[in-house]
């Protein structure tokens, strides 16, 4: 019997508390000795943090798998249909494949190839500007229309799960997330969101938010995510 086996045994008899046996499993192990890593089961126990950063990732692995069932039935890929449903919801005007490219964090030639396959498949139409020949408005077919509502709901399934949460708690979610949002961008990790924290609109009032595009208070609920209103806020703006 090894050193670290008796000392969990021990452990267990005299404490009988399960969480001291589970710690002292932990801190004899050699798995402690690995890096403070995140992804570290053993470095997890006693950080919060990092445990919501894992199930955070675990949220953004469903999006891949989701997104892959619903495009292996109409044989589209999982960027395919992202770019249907961003050109169904937004305005022409974002729909360039620069803004794309920024938007899904890809090469625009990536952008470029994926919207080809859609035109191919009969699902997009590429108009060239008359002010820039070199830039292309981009607009669904009929068909296109068609194919994006059958994806709509590829994330419907994530919605029950959400909805049996009361509404502050759905409320205080929805302001937590879009925190780590605004420091993300701050820290150059993902584009400028079209989100209220990184509005020119917005204000942080003593008693809660407030939008200057609207002129009226938001409750946490009404805070924007995407909003079509939203204004880039200039880097040193308050
Ligand atoms: S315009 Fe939209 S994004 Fe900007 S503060 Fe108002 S609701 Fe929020």
């Given at each position: 019997m090894t050193l670290k086996t008796l000392r969990s045994i021990l452990c267990l008899e005299i404490a009988g508390s399960e969480r001291l046996v589970f710690f002292t499993f932990a801190i004899t192990s050699d798995r402690f000795t690995y890096p403070m890593s995140i992804f570290n089961p053993y470095a997890q126990i006693d950080r919060v943090e990092y445990k919501i950063v894992v199930a955070l990732e675990r949220l953004s692995e469903a999006f891949r798998v989701l997104l892959w069932e619903k495009g292996k039935a109409l044989g589209l890929s999982p960027i395919q249909i992202q770019l249907l449903l961003f050109i169904r919801f937004h305005p022409q005007e974002r729909c360039k494949v620069t803004l794309l490219a920024q938007e899904f964090n890809l090469t625009p030639s990536t952008v470029s190839?994926?919207?080809?396959?859609?035109?191919?498949?009969?699902?997009?139409?590429?108009?060239?500007?008359?002010?820039?020949?070199?830039?292309?408005?981009?607009?669904?077919?009929?068909?296109?229309?068609?194919?994006?509502?059958?994806?709509?709901?590829?994330?419907?399934?994530?919605?029950?799960?959400?909805?049996?949460?009361?509404?502050?708690?759905?409320?205080?979610?929805?302001?937590?997330?879009?925190?780590l949002i605004a420091h993300l961008q701050h820290a150059g990790v993902i584009v400028p969101q079209r989100m209220c924290f990184a509005c020119t609109y917005y204000r942080k009032t003593d008693s809660g938010h407030f939008c200057h595009f609207i002129k009226k208070h938001l409750e946490v609920r009404d805070l924007r995510v995407d909003c079509p209103e939203h204004v880039p806020r200039k880097p040193h703006g308050d």
């Open positions: 190839e994926a919207l080809r396959t859609l035109e191919q498949k009969g699902l997009l139409l590429r108009k060239t500007d008359s002010a820039d020949t070199r830039s292309h408005t981009l607009a669904l077919t009929e068909d296109g229309v068609a194919v994006a509502a059958q994806v709509a709901d590829f994330a419907d399934v994530m919605l029950p799960g959400l909805t049996r949460l009361s509404e502050t708690e759905r409320a205080g979610l929805l302001e937590q997330l879009l925190g």
